[in-house]
């Protein structure tokens, strides 16, 4: 039996941090019921790329679920959406604040139909303060948090992180505030509302710059691909292309002059201490690279690895799924789908020794589920 076996879902999600969630909460055994528009569905399913017709994105975010195709604004779809509330544990949202109200699905109405029902509630700035009401999208809220300043190089301008890290880390938030709402339901036997900002989800990252700040007064600029307060701790160009190290500690730095036979740099004024090698980091750097640029990434991983120095290849994409912890850890899995066959995906990354995961049901087609859940409805009415 899965951990959230027994659980109903219902999921009023679209896009990233939402169904990043709840795909989670499905994976662990609860029954997502994926409440869907029923002429085009979650935006996601319109984004290329395609197999066979259906939107890879939408694939990759939403296994482990039902979708039941409703239009809430009809008095039958928001009959159904309130029938099905009274026997769910969770309903998590993504809509913009105050919009559910106005279909008569807002926190306190849906709290009076089931008091136990956890209710989650993911927007860019929050349900409350000045800012609830705008929308909230990654690049943006990349933006408006600090983390685009902090990133990239100095002479250049601010840069976006490549994924939608916001929306991840919003959705890890919400899995967590909805196990945390659930274990308190045992003892208080309620629920409550769980409010996810992704706004607040960039912020809580930027720990570090916002430390140097509070301890300097100086706002902290981007430093690249090197570390703020560590080095060296980045990517370094060898013979035939990147490696990265991160050199995070004292007894590190002796391995990595021991590794790359240089006691020389360890007695180096410059470079004796962590402070010293930060305040040289340029001079550093340089030593560094015309040392390595005759090795391969292969060899220099074999010397480091010997000293145990953490190290790595910078991979593409696709070097990255043909790394040798990805086939015997089976971190990408098949599933069969209705309308394109065997598909491949990521598996979960929790992984529990007693109870597992149990990934049974692929992404569903739009509405693929609607009668066998509106058939349960009934039999339940009689």
Known sequence: MAPLDGLRIIDLTRVVAGPFCTMMLGDMGAEVLKIEEPTHGDDSRAWAPFIEGAGSFFLALNRSKKSVALDLKTPEGAD???RLIESA?????NFRPGSLAQLGFD???VAALNPR?????ISGYGQTGPSSQLPGYDAVLQGEAGVMDMTGFADGEPMRVGVAITD???GLYATQGILLALNDRHTSGLGQHVDISLFEAMLSVMRLPMSVLLATGATPSRVGNDHLNIAPYQPLRAKDGLIIVAV???ALWIRFCEAMDRPDWR???RFRTNTERVANRI???AAIETAIERFTVDELTSRFQAKNVPCGRVRSVGEALEHPQVGPRGILMTQEHPQIGAIETLAPVVRLSRTPAEVTLPPPTLGEHTQEILAGLRVHKK
Request: charged share 20%; hydrophobic share 45%.
């Open 80 to 82: 159904v959406l309130t």
């Open 89 to 93: 544990d969770v309903l998590i949202e």
């Open 107 to 109: 926190y306190a109405t």
């Open 117 to 121: 029902l956890i209710y989650c509630s």
């Open 168 to 170: 991840y880390l919003a």
């Open 248 to 250: 995070a500690n004292p």
């Open 267 to 269: 007695d180096d004024p």
């Open 283 to 285: 001079a550093l750097k």
